[in-house]
């Protein structure tokens, strides 16, 4: 069965601290990775997009690795700022089809 | 370039209302997406449209229909609408299916 697994379900870290968040999936084939960070109230909004052959991307503060043998991705924040408090979202696609995890949600506290 | 625009933004039903929830993109993109979001669960496909004039069901299409109106805009109906559809909608759209998805604010609607 193709599923997205996250963790934590939820994180409180203080501001300017790290923290990585987990995604496990299943999904097969595989095309592509997507994290998405979604702010409360607002739609998901893309971060970052890996394909099967990159395994380091990053945004500024957010670098995204990739393992495509064990199926696991995650998302690393760098010196966490209070605005990064949100769901993150990791999604994989086999092509045309979108399999979304169910999120991690960051609280950053100052 | 205001991208992805849903109407309304909240709305509270009775049990049995129907109602159309509205989505329009301004970014010339072929496919658009009817999602649900509920607490602990991740984002569900409800229909999707891969380009003008075709539709088709995602995982969880029950209770709903939609109309692809025309590129621009795709509709969400509840004929009847339930407790259980109680959620957060979002509408998303796409270049092309498979590419990176833009998503609206979301419509939360609660079913009394």
């Known amino acids: 069965k193709n599923q997205v697994e996250q963790s934590p379900q939820s994180l409180i870290i203080l501001e300017g601290k790290n923290c990585t968040l987990q995604?496990?999936?299943?999904?097969?084939?595989?095309?592509?990775l997507r994290w998405y960070k979604q702010d409360t109230g607002r739609g998901p909004v893309s971060l970052t997009i890996m394909t099967f052959s990159e395994n380091t991307k990053s945004n500024g503060r957010y670098t995204a690795t990739l393992d495509a043998d064990t199926k696991q991705s995650s998302l690393h924040i760098t010196a966490s700022q209070l605005s990064d408090s949100a769901s993150y979202i990791c999604v994989v696609t086999p092509f045309n089809k979108f399999y979304f995890g169910s999120g991690t949600k960051l609280n950053v506290k100052p | 370039n205001a991208g992805v625009t849903q109407t309304p933004k909240f709305q509270v039903l009775k049990t049995g209302q129907s109602m159309t929830l509205q989505c329009a993109q301004d970014?010339?993109?072929?496919?658009m997406y009817w999602y649900r979001q509920d607490p602990g669960m991740g984002l569900r496909l409800i229909y999707y449209?891969?380009?003008?004039?075709?539709?088709d069901k995602g995982e969880v299409p029950n209770g709903y229909n939609v109309s692809r109106l025309n590129k621009r805009e795709f509709s969400l109906r509840l004929e009847s609408a339930a407790p259980s559809q109680t959620s957060v909608y979002f509408c998303?759209?796409?270049?092309?299916?498979?590419?990176?998805?833009?998503f609206g604010p979301g419509t939360r609607l609660t079913v009394l």
């Open positions: 995604c496990n999936y299943t999904v097969s084939p595989f095309s592509n």
């Open positions: 998303a759209s796409s270049l092309y299916e498979g590419n990176e998805q833009f």
């Open positions: 449209s891969a380009s003008e004039g075709t539709t």
């Open positions: 970014m010339n993109h072929n496919s």
